[in-house]
């Protein structure tokens, strides 16, 4: 990727920024391939969620994620380029297409901006194919036509553009300059505000015909035959509302009760999206630098210090919370050691406690090679026995047995990709998928041999719960 370091914040004029892209446009022309050209600027702080609220349109892609305790935050809309991976090889697909993509790219503005230049933003199903009846594909990557951004450290707004040979350099220009100044100074008080929340009228357990409670039995009895030794079951529910629902109504209260989660959302351009508020990075990798978790057992918030105190000494005493932590801590570190990583893990577990339930969790870090590769790491990664199960080949063929529905994105890698190939994936669980005025919710539970079916039952209740709150109220 060319790297241009001029200040678009200073460009002289509309008429030297169109004349810039006019050679861009004749770069594209004498190969006879297509310049993506990127352009960032620092701007006073923003709310990302603000932003895409004011030009949220269902019939475009988006992408949001944020995490408030990390003073993090991203919103991007409309693609200017778009890839849909399908199967085994979709993550090296992507690889291979950012790759190509940034050949022939042009950055203009401060390369040291968190989020400055182009950004793939990428929402992968949890298997490598879905069905021809599911609303998302296996994989989505997509340059935005506009980004904001904000981290603790600055706020910066990116417009993209795709120069042809036979682009209109005058056009174009116009498009970034109006973007240029409505992100320079934007006006909150015209942006509007998205419709208020519904009422949900109806709720129904998907597949009411074999409870989940016989389908963790049943998982039971194949980890006692040795088929697999963790399995992670998922439920689901289906809502209906009067009126259709917004994603971005349910974001800004995601965000508001789960600091400490990631909230986000994904829209597939033909009105669906895909929303939640999850716990678990699946990795991140910045400056040579990797971080991922293992996330695994629940308990209960308490009423109270005494009683919360309580139930986060008893998970962290659970023989089956301990051993269902640790099959997806020695999985993680054995998938990076098959690629040539080594991970760096402390030895016990500690609590990681959220607005209304606590984990066990266990940071694992890591060095890569100049060289990186984030969506190898992800395609190494993916699915860990925190959603999948161990052996991983053994119970994710189980898991289209057991559950009477299809995951789609549910549990699958959600993230951002920039033109160093690094970012960070998310899990997508703690997740629903929102289709106008219906809705399907997700939650799922770790199985292990000492799993009891009511007990896993109540904690996928607990999660739900959740997730229904940002639905407006549970139905009578």
């Known amino acids: 990727m060319k790297t241009l370091p001029l200040d678009p914040a200073k460009a002289d004029s509309l008429p030297a920024f169109e004349a810039f892209l006019a050679g861009c446009r004749d770069e594209a022309a004498a190969s006879g391939s297509a310049r993506l050209v990127s352009v960032t600027l620092e701007v006073e702080h923003l709310d990302p969620l603000a932003v895409l609220e004011s030009i949220y349109a269902p019939g475009e892609l988006h992408f949001y994620c944020e995490r408030p305790a990390r003073d993090l935050a991203v919103a991007a809309a409309d693609a200017v380029l778009a890839l849909h991976p399908s199967g085994p090889n979709r993550f090296a697909e992507t690889s291979a297409w950012i790759r190509r993509t940034l050949r022939d790219a042009i ?138 629902f917004h994603p971005l109504v349910m974001l800004n209260a995601l965000r508001t009760r789960y600091p400490d989660c990631y909230a986000f959302s994904i829209g597939n351009g033909r009105g669906q999206s895909f929303i939640g508020a999850t716990p678990e990075r699946l990795v991140r990798l910045a400056g040579g630098e990797g971080l991922t978790e293992a996330l695994a057992g629940s308990a209960p918030r308490g009423r109270s210090p005494s009683e919360d105190a309580g139930f986060g000494r008893e998970l962290l005493a659970s023989t089956k919370d301990r051993h269902e932590q640790q099959v997806v801590l020695e999985s993680i570190l054995r998938r990076l050691r098959s690629i040539g990583i080594a991970g760096r893990a402390p030895s016990r577990p500690r609590l ?125």
């Open 352 to 476: 990681r406690q959220l607005s209304n339930v606590q984990h066990l969790e266990t940071p694992v870090s890591f060095g890569v090679a100049e060289e990186a590769d984030l969506p190898g790491l992800v395609a190494a990664l993916h699915p860990t026995p925190a959603v999948g199960g161990s052996p991983r080949e053994a119970a994710c063929a189980a898991i289209p047995e057991l559950e009477p529905f299809a995951r789609g994105l549910y549990a699958g890698p959600v993230g951002w990709i920039n033109a160093r190939l690094e970012g960070e994936f998310i899990v997508a669980i703690r997740s629903a998928l929102v289709d106008g005025a219906r809705a399907r919710v997700f939650a799922g539970a770790g199985i292990v041999e000492d799993s009891r079916p009511e007990a896993e039952a109540a904690e996928t209740d607990l999660k739900f719960r959740a997730l229904l709150q940002a639905f407006e109220s549970e139905p009578s």
């Open 107 to 244: 950055a203009v503005g401060d390369a040291r901006l968190p989020f400055s230049g182009p950004q793939f933003f990428s929402a992968y199903s949890f298997f490598d194919g879905v069905g021809e009846d599911e609303v998302f594909p296996a994989g989505t990557v997509f340059v935005p036509r506009w980004q904001v951004a904000r981290t603790a450290e600055a706020c910066c707004a990116v417009a993209n553009v795709l120069v042809e040979p036979e682009s209109d350099p005058g056009a174009l220009a116009a498009r970034v300059w109006r973007a240029r100044g409505k992100f320079r100074s934007f006006d909150y008080r015209a942006a509007g505000a998205a419709a208020g929340a519904v009422r949900v009228r109806r709720r129904s357990e998907v597949g009411t015909g074999r409870p989940f409670t016989d389908r963790v039995a049943a998982a039971v009895e194949r980890i006692r035959q040795g088929e697999f030794s963790k399995i992670v079951l998922a439920r689901a529910q289906d809502l209906e509302a009067e009126a259709p």
